[in-house]
């Protein structure tokens, strides 16, 4: 397993300042690509033979590094629909990309998952995307994730999980915007101040946001088992389900 501060060494050098200022407003958010790639890791690392991970929102990279450096043998299709992003982690996963490891699709996730054959991925792993979706394209989402996954493949994601308790995840979700005030006035960076505040009116808005219980009653309902929160730290939790 890869401990934080050799994940926080290996980041910094690979994915450099995107992955410092990340980790500096948000730390949580580094700390769930990490416990995502061990999960990742966990799973492969039983199996006889190399695995594919299919990673939803890769984003600039951090994910798909922690998901690339769990098992050696893996190999990873890395989707997402925003190309500026996408575009810094081709350049900072150049290595891995020219290895034949890692590929990148840049549909958006559901197309992206609609052009894969049934049961044909072992695992489905994801950090900070499926928060972002709207309520009825999650559903289809999570519905096709069952789908290409193979029987007894895993679906592991780190995201914005809503506390049913309604008051507790209001002064959770205060407490993160106190923090980015903290952290961003002393820096300087009123534009990012400002960024993560209009994203976050949009985590929070009725159509996107995913409230614990529904979303682990939408997965049941689309056939999984064994699905657990594995860890939760305020609004931020870790979940895995298996086909």
Known sequence: ?????????????????????????CPMSTEMSRLVGLEVGEYCQLKPEPQWVVELGGGTGITTLSILSADERLRVLSVDS??????????????????????????????????????SVDVVASAYTLHNFEADYRRQVISEIYRVLKSGGLFVNGDRYALDDVGAHTRGTQAEVAGYFKVLTQINRLDLLEQW???????????????ESVA????????????????????????????
């Open 1 to 25: 397993m890869m401990a934080a501060n050799s994940f926080d060494a290996m980041f910094s050098g690979v994915i450099g300042r995107e992955y410092e200022l990340l980790k500096l407003i």
């Open 82 to 119: 925003e190309p500026t992003m996408q575009s810094q982690a081709k350049q900072s996963l150049q290595t891995w990309a020219d290895s034949g490891r890692l590929e990148f699709s840049g549909q958006d996730a559901l197309s992206a998952l609609r052009m894969l054959n049934n049961e």
């Open 197 to 211: 505040i209009i994203h976050l009116f949009n985590d929070e808005s009725e159509n996107h946001l995913m409230r």
């Open 216 to 243: 682990l009653r939408q997965l049941s309902e689309a056939g999984f088992d064994g699905i657990r929160i594995k860890l939760r730290h305020q609004v931020n939790a870790l979940l895995t389900a298996n086909k």
